[in-house]
């Protein structure tokens, strides 16, 4: 008798989760994200400063988000995640 195949899921299935809950896709498996501490929070917000005062001094035409804010990988469907902390950068640069 065959094995089953595993579920591969898509950013449908993330969409049609019910709100506030936590998860990732990750190569077609779905991930639950558990809620971060105020330790981690504090981390992250810290981390977020840093980088944004270094980008804040040098251009070059970056820029720096917090989550929640989703980022696609492999222009994909099978792909989502929320980074506590996302750097995007204009390949063209841009002076501010």
């Known amino acids: 008798m065959p094995l089953p ?3 591969v899921y898509t950013t449908d299935d993330i969409y049609c989760l019910p709100d506030g809950t936590g998860a990732e896709l990750i190569d077609g498996r779905i991930y639950d994200m558990a809620p971060p501490d105020r330790r981690h929070q504090r981390l992250a917000g ?3 400063r840093k980088i944004a ?3 804040d001094a040098g251009g070059g035409g970056c820029e720096v988000d917090i989550a929640p804010f989703a ?3 492999n222009a994909d469907n099978r792909n989502y995640v929320e980074p506590d902390i996302s750097v995007i ?4 640069g841009s002076e501010s």
């Not at 950068?89 to 063209?92: N, Q």
Request: glycine content about 0%; proline content about 6%; some cysteine.
């Open 5 to 7: 195949k595993e579920q």
């Open 46 to 48: 810290a981390l977020y």
């Open 53 to 55: 005062d270094y980008l």
């Open 71 to 73: 980022v696609f990988l």
């Open 89 to 92: 950068c204009d390949p063209a």
